[in-house]
């Protein structure tokens, strides 16, 4: 039993230093900067999100759900083809990565990036909104940056390194069943969810750059959050939340605006 919890103890520390020094992107002029913890590989997360991807795709064709609308289709490649390339700002890789934009019809006020830049927006988003090219950029801007920051390779190291915790805590003391799923969702809420907000926060600003660099207007993204509070999808608490409170993130998203603003005319000439 000693060596085991010596082990435990180890493997806790082993993996708690992993994030002492990572850093996946710069800090771009919105200033990015927090370390990250990774315990995964990005091959294995970019690997593992190809197939999830194709089987997504396969499934929405199957249920010919997948590119049904040309023109909504050339929206959103078009906007992807002048934003992809602003990513080297951030990871001078990620332009070459190999990046994919598809549309699945669907009701659903959604849009997603997978690890190494797997690209799905919904029909709903774009048509319940009423989204115009430069609020897609800055929905598809915010979407790239979880990439290009490889937060679900965190959250899944997050998550990792939380077992290795409740591994550790059963063998110190024994607690088991119920009691242990409680330890569980203390530990979720105390370091889950903070980290999920950042996660957030970090990709509002990192596409509201994204698309200023590209020539689209960064004050849209201020005008998406609006439109989604006005469709009530914001009204859960922060403390509470994975997303940032809206009111809090319109204010921020008004200054990184602001702060990027030149970038936008820039170019635009």
């Known amino acids: 039993m000693r060596l085991i919890k010596s082990f435990l103890i180890g493997s806790l520390l082993l993996a708690s230093s992993a994030c002492v020094n990572t850093q996946t992107t710069r800090q771009g002029a919105v200033g990015i900067e927090r370390q990250q913890l990774m315990l995964l590989s990005s091959q294995e997360m970019t690997q593992g999100a190809s197939q999830a991807y194709d089987a997504i795709l396969k499934e929405a064709k199957e249920k010919k759900t997948l590119n049904t609308d040309a ?27 190999d990046w994919q934009v598809n549309l699945i019809k669907s009701d659903q006020l959604n849009a997603w990036c997978m690890p190494g ?20 950029a800055a929905i598809m801007g915010h979407e790239m940056a979880h990439a290009l920051r490889e937060h679900g390779r965190e959250r899944a190291s997050e998550a990792q390194l939380t077992q290795i915790g409740l591994t550790a805590l059963q063998v110190f003391t024994g607690i088991q069943g119920p009691a242990l799923d409680a330890t569980a969702m203390a530990l979720n809420v105390t370091l889950t969810l903070p ?24 004050y849209a993204a201020v005008n998406v959050w609006q439109k989604m509070s006005k469709m009530g999808n914001g009204g859960t608490p922060e403390i509470l939340s ?4 809206p009111d ?11 702060k990027v603003e030149g970038l936008y005319l820039k170019a635009k000439k």
């Open 71 to 97: 023109v909504m289709l050339g929206r959103i490649r078009t906007v992807a083809q002048r934003l992809i390339p602003q990513t080297a700002v951030f990871r001078q890789d990620a332009p070459a990565w």
């Open 195 to 218: 980290n999920s907000r950042t996660h957030e926060t970090e990709a509002d600003r990192m596409g509201v750059e994204l698309a200023a660099r590209a020539g689209y207007n960064p």
């Open 242 to 245: 994975t997303h940032p409170a």
């Open 117 to 136: 830049g797997k690209i799905a927006f919904y029909t709903g988003i774009i048509q319940k909104l009423a989204l115009t090219d430069d609020e897609i």
């Open 248 to 258: 809090n993130r319109i204010k921020d998203l008004q200054k990184v605006a602001k």
